[in-house]
């Protein structure tokens, strides 16, 4: 009996999958794990075909099942070890399946989404009705007017509706009085074409001008043929003169496909060629004796900033290449797949996929799809391309594995390092995980043995680290009496750059001009309308900004609670450095790098660019300017507000600040002239700073980790963050007390539970937030927990989209 039935995820944010039918002309193809079409609540939706069966379920018997309407790909777009690892995402996080498989899927570029309206009997009897009648107001003349257009044998598209009077907002409103009747389509995109040059040999010997022979000279030297747009760019003509050439015979042009644009920092980019030192060398044999042994293995990397980890990526690489095998490289922004991606591209050239977020969908696809059909062998992307559908997988590196942003913060909450470990023993990989400051639950794992410990305790050609000087600001505030952006002590630094022509970099971890906006009369901040939060000011745009829920209001010139006229701004941030460094050295060229200065990848590359070839003196910057990058001219790296991090109630506050401040004493001094940092702290013997100071890891996490085991924290425990959300208070309220009689059993079976409290974010987005968090020595109690509340949820009609469950939380804030 060949299967009729078939169990479909779809992207809705439930707990089960569906099922559909089979029609006859399916029948026998082999469906897991391939992209369906099918009907949903009135609306054709995307989802993934899981298993087959030749049985109805049960309990639905009774209903209609719908079948499938159609099969999307002719390839399954998820290979059996990826469909395994979703299955698993969706356990252990407790996530919902159908949207795990969501982002493990392809943007849905094929297909776009929309309405259509076609005529009911009771529209057709209304519209008879109208006309018979030889009265008719305005209204009604309307309508009659309107509901004639629909009475056709097709249905009526909502985009040919939209120019029509009274748009789709008319077309609705007979809809709703059910005399037309309203269905969701979807429907197939063309590929978006673009026009290709190339010089036509034929017509060699016709005279030239300059233009023309410009275009030439591009189109004959090693280039080939060229999108017309880049063409015009590059040969500096317009698209009228190149069209022109094509009347001449000069020119071929043609359409195809629009593929994804070209890196321009690829161009003209030759790799350095550095001989692997001794312990480069060790670290990569080891790696190599992993992947010939050909079973699963989990490494650390844990190699001082500097200290060439990227070679070590590059051989691993190499070697499982070698092997005939695939391997990913996931970095922790976006920001880094273009430094590493183009590193990863100029030694192993077209077999390169770079993946992540940032990149327009149909790009995104087309990368995606050249992965799945084998085209390119080695992937390099941020958190997601955990999931880039390669096969015969035999390395996974996870580069700065200690990121917070390889946590996604929304459904599904995976961490993208664990589940690359994850993957890797599903496949019989190799993970290497790479870090000159590994999480306390990785660096935990190698001590344990679970994970193998690789060291590079040099930095390459012995280079010294940079030395860091820490600046008390209590000690300058008695010195100078008087507070300012900077402290005097950066200050000086800064200048004694300027002087010797080297360069600096600030940075300091809070964008906008000033934190917040206080009421010196009542004490009062003023506060985002939908967020528990102070908005921060932002000078060039004029306005107070939420950065939580993007709602902006110029800053009020009297308090919002007290009338007062005394508002004060309070706090540093980024942009109010920039000005005061401005100030300070009117001479320099100074910069500044943060998600208000840089929007596009472009923009990135060109502030990047401008500093590496010493066109900027001085880059001030969030923590976008701490990671991964290698200045060579860089001596001074001033950290403002070095302790911002450890004023805040998280777990990870000491973590973080040690990583941020270890990170960044990294930029300094990389190239061969030797570099300083400054932190500027109120907390100057603050076991972070201390031991960030002296570059010294095992000594912070020894002393991180005798904190995080006496007060029951990860790694020693595991922990789950529950947040119950609602607009109405009363509702929140009301399901957290439910809730904390559900648990309340479980404190004698090993889980610690404490709340409900409202959460650090008390209020966001207008929404109302409690929490519990929950411990317990033993994973497997808190799983089963987890996974009785949800059921519990379900009996109690709490809403799904109500709680919010992370498991391995980076922060409870
Ligand atoms: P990190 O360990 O901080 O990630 P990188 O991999 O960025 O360090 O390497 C730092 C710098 O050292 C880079 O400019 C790289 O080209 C250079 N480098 C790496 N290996 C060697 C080597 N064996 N000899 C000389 N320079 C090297
Ligand atoms: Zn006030
Ligand atoms: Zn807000």
């Not at 010997?205 to 999108?227: F, H, K, M, V, Y």
């Not at 970099?505 to 003023?526: P, Q, T």
């Not at 528990?532 to 993007?550: D, E």
């Given at each position: 009996m060949p299967p009729r039935y078939c169990e479909v995820a779809l992207p809705v944010p439930l707990r089960s999958t569906f099922t559909y039918a089979l029609p006859a002309g399916l029948n026998g193809a082999d469906l897991v794990g391939r992209r369906v079409v099918v009907p949903f609540r009135n609306r054709a939706m995307i989802g993934l075909a899981l298993a087959e069966s030749d049985r109805a379920p049960g309990s639905s018997a009774k209903l209609r099942i719908k079948e499938i309407t159609e099969l999307m790909d002719p390839l399954p777009a998820l290979p059996g070890k990826l469909i395994e690892l979703g299955q698993w995402i969706s356990q252990y996080y407790l996530a919902p399946i159908g949207e795990t498989f969501r982002s493990m899927l392809p943007p849905e570029i094929e297909l776009r989404h929309g309405r259509e309206y076609s005529l009911t009997d009771s529209g057709r009897a209304y519209l008879s009705e109208l006309a018979a009648g030889d009265e008719r107001t305005d209204a009604e003349a309307a309508e009659m007017e309107l509901l004639r257009r629909f009475d056709t044998d097709e249905p009526v598209a909502s985009t040919s509706v939209r120019p029509w009077p009274g748009g789709e907002a008319a077309a609705e409103k007979l809809a709703r009085r059910g005399y037309l009747a309203a269905r969701e389509v979807l429907h197939k995109r063309r590929a978006r074409m673009q026009k290709i040059v190339a010089w036509n040999a034929a017509n060699e010997n016709s005279p030239a001008d300059e233009a023309q022979q410009r275009i030439r000279e591009i189109l004959t030297a090693t280039r080939g043929p060229l999108p017309l747009a880049l063409l015009a760019e590059k040969a500096n003509v317009s698209r009228a003169t190149i069209q022109r050439l094509e009347k001449k015979g000069r020119l071929l042009i043609w359409e195809e496909p629009i593929t994804a644009e070209e890196d321009p920092?690829?161009?003209?980019?030759?790799?350095?060629?550095?001989?692997?030192?001794?312990?480069?060398?060790?670290?990569?044999?080891?790696?190599?004796?992993?992947?010939?042994?050909?079973?699963?293995?989990?490494?650390?990397?844990?190699?001082?900033?500097?200290?060439?980890?990227?070679?070590?990526?590059?051989?691993?690489?190499?070697?499982?290449?070698?092997?005939?095998?695939?391997?990913?490289v996931l970095v922790p922004e976006i920001a880094l797949t273009l430094w590493v991606g183009r590193l990863v591209r100029a030694r192993f050239g077209e077999g390169v996929a770079v993946l992540h977020s940032g990149l327009p969908d149909i790009e995104r696809a087309r990368e995606w799809w050249r992965v799945r059909r084998g085209e390119a062998r080695v992937v390099v992307g941020t958190r997601s391309a955990v999931f880039a559908p390669v096969e015969n997988l035999g390395l996974v590196i996870v580069d700065e594995e200690q990121e917070t942003s390889y946590k996604q913060e929304e459904t599904p909450r995976y961490n993208g390092r664990d589940t690359a470990v994850y993957r890797a023993r599903l496949e019989g990989a190799v993970a290497l995980l790479g870090s000159a400051t590994p999480s306390l639950e990785t660096y935990h794992n190698a001590r344990a043995g679970k994970y193998q410990l690789l060291e590079l305790k040099a930095r390459v050609e012995n280079r010294?680290?940079?030395?860091?000087?820490?600046?008390?600001?209590?000690?300058?505030?008695?010195?100078?009496?008087?507070?300012?952006?900077?402290?005097?002590?950066?200050?000086?630094?800064?200048?004694?750059?300027?002087?010797?022509?080297?360069?600096?970099?600030?940075?300091?971890?809070?964008?906008?001009?000033?934190?917040?906006?206080?009421?010196?009369?009542?004490?009062?901040?003023?506060?985002?309308?939908?967020?528990?939060?102070?908005?921060?000011?932002?000078?060039?745009?004029?306005?107070?900004?939420?950065?939580?829920?993007?709602?902006?209001?110029?800053?009020?010139?009297?308090?919002?609670?007290?009338?007062?006229?005394?508002?004060?701004?309070?706090?540093?941030?980024?942009?109010?450095?920039?000005?005061?460094?401005?100030?300070?050295?009117?001479?320099?060229?100074?910069?500044?790098?943060?998600?208000?200065?840089?929007?596009?990848?472009?923009?990135?590359?060109?502030?990047?660019?401008?500093?590496?070839?010493?066109?900027?003196?001085?880059?001030?910057?969030?923590?976008?300017?701490?990671?991964?990058?290698?200045?060579?001219?860089?001596?001074?790296?001033?950290?403002?507000?070095?302790?911002?991090?450890?004023?805040?109630?998280?777990?990870?506050?000491?973590?973080?600040?040690?990583?941020?401040?270890?990170?960044?004493?990294?930029?300094?001094?990389?190239?061969?002239?030797?570099?300083?940092?400054?932190?500027?702290?109120?907390?100057?013997?603050?076991?972070?700073?201390?031991?960030?100071?002296?570059?010294?890891?095992?000594?912070?996490?020894?002393?991180?980790?005798?904190?995080?085991?006496?007060?029951?924290?990860?790694?020693?425990?595991?922990?789950?963050?529950?947040?119950?959300?609602?607009?109405?208070?009363?509702?929140?309220?009301?399901?957290?007390?439910?809730?904390?009689?559900?648990?309340?059993?479980?404190?004698?079976?090993?889980?610690?539970?404490?709340?409900?409290?409202?959460?650090?974010?008390?209020?966001?987005?207008?929404?109302?937030?409690?929490?519990?968090?929950?411990?317990?020595?033993?994973?497997?109690?808190?799983?089963?927990?987890?996974?009785?509340?949800?059921?519990?949820?379900?009996?109690?009609?709490?809403?799904?989209?109500?709680?919010?469950?992370?498991?391995?939380?980076?922060?409870?804030?």
């Amino acid at each position: 009996m060949p299967p009729r039935y078939c169990e479909v995820a779809l992207p809705v944010p439930l707990r089960s999958t569906f099922t559909y039918a089979l029609p006859a002309g399916l029948n026998g193809a082999d469906l897991v794990g391939r992209r369906v079409v099918v009907p949903f609540r009135n609306r054709a939706m995307i989802g993934l075909a899981l298993a087959e069966s030749d049985r109805a379920p049960g309990s639905s018997a009774k209903l209609r099942i719908k079948e499938i309407t159609e099969l999307m790909d002719p390839l399954p777009a998820l290979p059996g070890k990826l469909i395994e690892l979703g299955q698993w995402i969706s356990q252990y996080y407790l996530a919902p399946i159908g949207e795990t498989f969501r982002s493990m899927l392809p943007p849905e570029i094929e297909l776009r989404h929309g309405r259509e309206y076609s005529l009911t009997d009771s529209g057709r009897a209304y519209l008879s009705e109208l006309a018979a009648g030889d009265e008719r107001t305005d209204a009604e003349a309307a309508e009659m007017e309107l509901l004639r257009r629909f009475d056709t044998d097709e249905p009526v598209a909502s985009t040919s509706v939209r120019p029509w009077p009274g748009g789709e907002a008319a077309a609705e409103k007979l809809a709703r009085r059910g005399y037309l009747a309203a269905r969701e389509v979807l429907h197939k995109r063309r590929a978006r074409m673009q026009k290709i040059v190339a010089w036509n040999a034929a017509n060699e010997n016709s005279p030239a001008d300059e233009a023309q022979q410009r275009i030439r000279e591009i189109l004959t030297a090693t280039r080939g043929p060229l999108p017309l747009a880049l063409l015009a760019e590059k040969a500096n003509v317009s698209r009228a003169t190149i069209q022109r050439l094509e009347k001449k015979g000069r020119l071929l042009i043609w359409e195809e496909p629009i593929t994804a644009e070209e890196d321009p920092w690829d161009t003209d980019f030759t790799p350095p060629t550095n001989v692997l030192n001794t312990e480069q060398r060790g670290a990569l044999e080891q790696i190599a004796c992993w992947l010939v042994a050909g079973k699963f293995t989990a490494g650390l990397l844990h190699g001082v900033t500097g200290s060439g980890k990227t070679e070590v990526y590059l051989g691993a690489i190499e070697a499982v290449l070698a092997r005939r095998k695939t391997a990913l490289v996931l970095v922790p922004e976006i920001a880094l797949t273009l430094w590493v991606g183009r590193l990863v591209r100029a030694r192993f050239g077209e077999g390169v996929a770079v993946l992540h977020s940032g990149l327009p969908d149909i790009e995104r696809a087309r990368e995606w799809w050249r992965v799945r059909r084998g085209e390119a062998r080695v992937v390099v992307g941020t958190r997601s391309a955990v999931f880039a559908p390669v096969e015969n997988l035999g390395l996974v590196i996870v580069d700065e594995e200690q990121e917070t942003s390889y946590k996604q913060e929304e459904t599904p909450r995976y961490n993208g390092r664990d589940t690359a470990v994850y993957r890797a023993r599903l496949e019989g990989a190799v993970a290497l995980l790479g870090s000159a400051t590994p999480s306390l639950e990785t660096y935990h794992n190698a001590r344990a043995g679970k994970y193998q410990l690789l060291e590079l305790k040099a930095r390459v050609e012995n280079r010294p680290l940079a030395e860091v000087r820490i600046v008390d600001l209590r000690e300058e505030f008695r010195r100078e009496h008087r507070a300012t952006p900077i402290s005097e002590s950066l200050r000086s630094a800064i200048a004694r750059r300027l002087e010797e022509g080297t360069q600096a970099m600030v940075l300091i971890n809070r964008r906008g001009y000033s934190w917040s906006l206080l009421c010196r009369s009542c004490g009062a901040f003023v506060q985002c309308e939908n967020c528990s939060i102070a908005l921060t000011y932002h000078k060039n745009r004029g306005r107070l900004v939420c950065h939580y829920c993007g709602y902006s209001i110029s800053p009020p010139k009297q308090c919002p609670k007290c009338r007062s006229e005394f508002m004060y701004y309070v706090g540093e941030g980024a942009e109010r450095i920039e000005e005061y460094l401005k100030e300070k050295f009117p001479e320099a060229r100074i910069a500044r790098l943060d998600r208000d200065t840089v929007r596009t990848k472009r923009e990135y590359q060109r502030v990047l660019g401008a500093f590496a070839n010493g066109k900027i003196n001085v880059l001030v910057g969030t923590q976008m300017v701490a990671k991964g990058h290698d200045f060579q001219r860089v001596t001074l790296v001033g950290v403002a507000g070095g302790d911002l991090a450890l004023g805040r109630p998280d777990f990870r506050a000491a973590e973080r600040t040690f990583q941020l401040l270890t990170q960044v004493a990294g930029r300094a001094g990389r190239g061969a002239l030797s570099g300083e940092v400054l932190v500027e702290t109120y907390y100057p013997a603050h076991y972070a700073i201390q031991h960030a100071a002296q570059q010294d890891y095992v000594s912070f996490y020894e002393k991180e980790a005798h904190f995080r085991r006496m007060l029951h924290y990860p790694p020693f425990t595991a922990l789950a963050n529950l947040i119950v959300r609602d607009r109405k208070i009363e509702n929140a309220i009301r399901w957290s007390r439910l809730l904390a009689k559900y648990f309340a059993p479980f404190e004698n079976r090993g889980v610690k539970i404490l709340g409900p409290a409202a959460a650090p974010l008390s209020k966001l987005r207008r929404e109302y937030r409690f929490q519990f968090v929950l411990k317990s020595p033993q994973r497997s109690a808190l799983s089963s927990v987890l996974t009785g509340c949800l059921d519990f949820c379900a009996k109690n009609q709490i809403p799904e989209t109500a709680v919010i469950l992370d498991v391995d939380p980076t922060s409870l804030a």
